[in-house]
């Protein structure tokens, strides 16, 4: 039954209230609400800042590993490098690259560092197995003995498709020479990449959200082999912070960064495209293949981005500038 009843947010007596006084108040009580709301805002976007930011000194060293840890892998750094890589601009600050990452396994948002602490890189696994005659298993500090050899620094560009990038020196081994070393079958098509599943060291994997964990993600065999394709344990000439990938990661600098899979425990051979992270979230946002490409929105508009540090706004090139080296492949 619909019973009719005085509205209880009428002015009472509007009638006998002046409208110029009546219009008053109402405008008045817009501006403090409006104060009131901004104030809010003022002091939400305050916290919001003390929270994210913290001392370069704060950022740099929650990301480090344990000093003994480190000090097993000491003796790789500097790798030789390898000058037919250059950036062609600035190399971003390693604080401001440091501060702002994306590892969801952490934090949706870019402080990943405030939440890496609990991670243990080392001791660590990495397993290549699958089509291949030489399934390795290797621990971290036998992958460093067994590549030595192949260790380089490059410097890279990466570009993000949230439209930041950066510019870095990572050192690594390109992944072919560790696929290589497996021996892969012909029927080998595919690499397929997982990361690590630590709810007790990762909080957003203990917080029973709705992401596909482990990360995952995968490359084509001829991608997987290029020259440019580095599986990098270093960045800055220091083992990797925890905050970059450590101990291990995959970079695919012509490819959005979200294909550089960070951590990675298991690389295995196959014989079919492999369901990846992103793309099993948003298969029309974050397509298998994702090489950089200025003229495709995904969905938003790609032709620029933003370069951390310097917060310069530049043309985004298509292969992310690599061409020369991957363009063969498409
Ligand atoms: N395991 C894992 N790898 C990951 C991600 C992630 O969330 N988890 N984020 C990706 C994305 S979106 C980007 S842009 C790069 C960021 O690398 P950086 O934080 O070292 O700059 O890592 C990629 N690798
Ligand atoms: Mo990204």
Redesign the pocket.
């Known amino acids: 039954m619909f019973i009719h009843r005085p509205n209880p947010l009428a002015p009472r007596g509007g009638a006998e209230t002046p409208q110029r006084v009546f219009l008053n108040r109402r405008r008045w009580l817009q501006l403090a609400g409006m104060g009131a709301v901004g104030v809010g805002a003022g002091l939400a976007y305050r916290q919001w800042q003390a929270y994210s930011s913290g001392a370069d000194d704060e950022v740099l060293t929650a990301g480090r590993w344990s000093p003994d840890a480190e000090r097993k892998y000491a003796g790789f750094y500097p790798a030789a490098k390898d000058e037919r890589f250059e950036y062609g601009r600035d190399e971003t600050p390693a604080i401001a690259?440091a501060r702002?990452?994306?590892?969801?396994?952490f934090s949706r948002f870019k402080w990943?560092w405030k939440f890496v602490g609990p991670f243990r890189p080392d001791p660590w696994t990495i397993t290549i197995d699958g089509l291949c005659r030489q399934p390795l298993k290797l621990d971290l500090a036998q992958f460093h003995r067994q590549f030595r050899g192949d260790l380089v620094e490059r410097q890279y560009r990466?570009r993000?498709?949230?439209r930041w990038s950066?510019a870095v020196p990572w050192t690594g081994v390109p992944l072919a020479a560790v696929l290589k070393a497996a021996d892969p079958l012909a029927q080998a098509t595919h690499i397929r990449f997982v990361?690590f599943h630590r709810p007790d060291e990762a909080p957003q994997q203990a917080a029973g959200n709705e992401f596909p964990w482990p990360?995952t993600e995968g490359l084509t065999i001829a991608e997987a082999t290029s020259e440019l394709t580095l599986l990098a344990v270093g960045v800055y000439g220091s083992p990797l912070l925890k905050?970059?990938?450590a101990p291990i990661?995959l970079v695919v600098p012509w490819k959005?960064?979200?294909k550089?899979?960070?951590?990675v425990e298991r690389i295995e051979l196959i014989g079919r495209q492999p369901a990846t992270?992103w793309n099993t979230l948003n298969p029309q946002a974050y397509p298998f293949e994702s090489n950089v490409d200025p003229a495709v929105p995904r969905p938003w508009d790609q032709s620029y981005e933003t370069t951390l540090g310097s917060g310069e706004r530049v043309a985004t090139q298509r292969y992310n500038g690599y061409e020369q080296w991957v363009a063969g492949l498409y």
């Open positions: 690259a702002h990452t994306n590892f969801y396994e990943c990466h993000c498709v949230e950066m990361s990360y905050q970059h990938g990661r959005y960064g979200y550089s899979i960070k951590s992270f």
